[in-house]
């Protein structure tokens, strides 16, 4: 986004933007109900996961195909310290900042024996970590229940504020301010500290290593770049990020099971990085965005399909994926820089043709 | 003992099949250093056609024998061209493109091919129509049958003439080239573009007849069933040693042997703490385990920084 040059243009647009997202929320339920409101929470869990994606793939060149179990560490994290399972009630600001820790180690321990690894061979192995920590969540119900299984957890503690629960409905002004508001302005108070952290993160030393990394390995090396302590920095990082938004959807649920952790989900957060242009915060963002809001519009195609054919042949799940794929495909065939690439990237995928 | 033997047996049966897919994995690794994602999804469409052949064999009242037949022509038919048309319409475009662009393309290729054997075949678990009956074999206390023992013999046959294919012909030489160079190559006159074609042809092959296998030995058919087993027989492929033929006929059967062997014993060595439901951490636990100690596998040559 290109702002005025003037102090005042650029103050007008951020006022702008502030009262955009401040009443989005509100305007979405008024036109199209509160399930869209839902989805709007959900696409910013999804930003977050991305941003944090984005610092392993978009700035080290990594790819993580197992980013997904991050957010089920921070969920279940969260979720074991603040529910009936073990009678725990940690407030938020011990979980969220410990879900961080815990899936931040956890990236570390992944990092650590793959460090030799590239490109391809990482992601089969990230996507095998994936896999194994959710096969762990489903079994860790013996020989003391520790996950509660399949059947997951429930009765998670909302989030709460002094004496404001986030999952109550409250009286602002009038209005009424249902969960799913509260928890938007949190998600977007994340969403927001992300993306500074983020972009702080890309002009850093740290950034430039990761991005010296990314293009030339044995060149950053020689520069006398720590690519080890480089590298697990960048899956520690991410997986952080990855360790909050599991924590804040634990409490904004209320319920977490193995079922939200799968392969799938992994590499939904991949599709919105490689989509939006892999290395560009707002990019991302835009990948994040786009990717949660189109599947559900196609739920509109449902009875389309039944008034125009007399049945529905493709299930919208179904054609999610289908439509999935095929963007995969066609963006790595017409467009690998993504729809909105930073600069840098965009030479650096478009050059080596 | 009787329970080790079985698990040997097991091992090996389940084993040969991951190794028959390996060698789809290693083949296309060796020649295009691309992980070729939606191969164990053509292993899936070679079995999913099975069951749609046997389901037409059974209401037809076709005996087994002609049904096996028209199951393998049939989905060879079907997997070959759609080997040939991933690699044409997805792969060869981006020959020489960064290294990360076509590995997503594989990823959403293999996503593409599984939603559309959903649409095709339902995402029910499909039995498949029991034409084929096993004849129970006793072997020193443990069992098998017939059919496991014809999977493992037409399994280490397939493996015996790809060894042929590669070392003694024509085209067995150009593969060997191409995967050294694809630049020299063509100078040497190899049509590089038709060697590549042909090694995935010869993959989906491979593939669409252990896919046939595949089903015969579990009786059940699902439009997932090629990603574990892909997963697995990559790993496999990684053991021995990517890119190396032998290697994945080896690191197949092994790693067939340590699941069955891992999951058939870890109850009993853990105390009854860990189950047979951890039985898929063991490919992986293999997986990370040789990239982190010999990431050049048990036959490959040692290539410096190539995992």
Redesign the interface.
């Given at each position: 986004m290109r702002l005025p040059a003037s102090q005042a243009g650029k103050l007008a647009v951020f006022t702008a933007l502030a009262l955009l997202l401040a009443v989005l929320p509100f305007g979405t339920e008024a036109l199209l109900g509160r399930s869209w409101v839902r989805v709007i929470d959900g696409a910013l869990l999804f930003s977050m996961l991305a941003i944090g994606l984005n610092v392993v793939v978009g700035y080290a060149?990594l790819?993580d195909?197992g980013f997904i179990a991050f957010f089920g560490i921070g969920a279940y994290s969260y979720s074991l310290l603040a529910s009936p399972q073990f009678g725990l009630h940690y407030p938020f600001w011990v979980l969220l900042p410990l879900g961080a820790v815990v899936a931040g180690l956890f990236g570390v321990i992944l990092g650590a024996?793959?460090l030799?690894?590239?490109?391809?061979?990482l992601?089969?192995?990230t996507?095998?970590?994936g896999?194994?920590i959710r096969?762990?969540l489903?079994?860790l119900n013996?020989?003391f229940n520790l996950t509660n299984g399949p059947q997951g957890i429930t009765l998670i503690d909302p989030i709460r504020i002094g004496g404001f629960d986030l999952s109550k409905t409250y009286e602002v002004f009038g209005m009424k301010v249902a969960a799913v508001h509260s928890y938007y302005f949190l998600f977007l108070l994340c969403v927001i500290a992300s993306i500074i952290l983020s972009l702080r993160l890309e002009n850093s030393r740290i950034g430039r290593a990761w991005i010296a990394i990314r293009e030339d390995e044995v060149a950053a090396k020689a520069m006398g770049i720590n690519t080890r302590n480089i590298k697990l920095l960048a899956f520690a990082m991410g997986a952080s990020f990855g360790g909050v938004s599991g924590g804040l959807f634990a409490s904004f649920q209320g319920f977490v099971s193995p079922e939200s952790f799968k392969?799938m989900d992994s590499?939904m957060i991949?599709c919105m990085v490689?989509l939006g242009g892999m290395g560009h915060v707002p990019g991302v963002v835009l990948g994040a965005i786009l990717l949660t809001a189109l599947p559900e519009g196609l739920r509109y195609v449902q009875p389309l399909q039944q008034s125009l054919f007399g049945r529905v042949?493709?299930d919208p799940a179904?054609l999610r994926?289908?439509l999935?794929?095929?963007?995969?495909?066609l963006?790595?065939?017409f467009r690998?820089q993504g729809l909105w690439p930073s600069k840098r990237r965009e030479h650096?995928?478009k050059g080596?043709? | 003992m009787d329970t080790l033997l079985q698990q040997i047996i097991n091992g090996l049966i389940q084993g040969s099949l991951y190794a028959i897919v390996a060698l789809g994995y290693t083949m296309v690794y060796g020649i295009l250093e691309l992980i070729n994602f939606a191969h164990g999804d053509v292993v899936m469409v070679g079995a999913l056609v099975t069951y749609t052949v046997f389901s037409f064999a059974a209401a037809h009242g076709m005996s087994a024998g002609p049904a096996l037949v028209l199951a393998v022509a049939a989905s060879i038919v079907v997997c070959v061209p759609l080997g040939l048309f991933i690699e044409r319409v997805a792969y060869r475009p981006l020959r020489r493109a960064q290294r990360l662009a076509p590995l997503i393309t594989a990823i959403g290729v293999s996503i593409l091919v599984e939603y559309a054997a959903a649409l095709i075949w339902s995402k029910q678990y499909l039995s498949l129509p029991e034409l084929v009956k096993p004849t129970p074999i006793q072997i020193g206390g443990a069992s098998t049958s017939d059919l496991q023992i014809a999977i493992l013999l037409i399994s280490l046959l397939m493996m015996g003439g790809l060894l042929w294919l590669i070392k003694y012909t024509r085209m067995g030489k150009a593969m060997r080239a191409t995967a050294q160079s694809h630049d020299l190559a063509g100078l040497m006159g190899v049509n590089v573009d038709q060697v590549i074609a042909f090694t995935f042809a010869l993959g989906s092959a491979l593939g669409a007849i252990a896919g046939v296998m595949q089903i015969l030995y579990y009786g059940i058919g699902h439009y997932l069933m090629g990603f574990m087993l892909g997963l697995k027989a990559f790993t496999a492929a990684v053991l021995g040693g990517i890119g190396n033929v032998q290697g994945a006929m080896l690191g197949g059967l092994l790693l067939g042997l340590i699941e069955s062997l891992a999951s058939g014993y870890i109850g009993d060595l853990t105390g009854g703490v860990l189950g047979s439901n951890y039985r898929d951490v063991f490919a992986f636990l293999v997986l990370v385990l040789v990239l982190v100690l010999r990431p050049s596998g048990l036959m490959g040559q040692k290539s410096g920084d190539r995992a």
């Open positions: 060149g790819l195909l024996p793959t030799r690894l590239r490109g391809d061979y992601a089969i192995v996507l095998g970590f896999e194994i096969i762990f489903v079994n013996r020989p392969l590499i991949v490689v042949y493709v179904d994926m289908l999935f794929g095929l963007a995969l495909v963006m790595m065939r690998p650096e995928l080596e043709a | -």
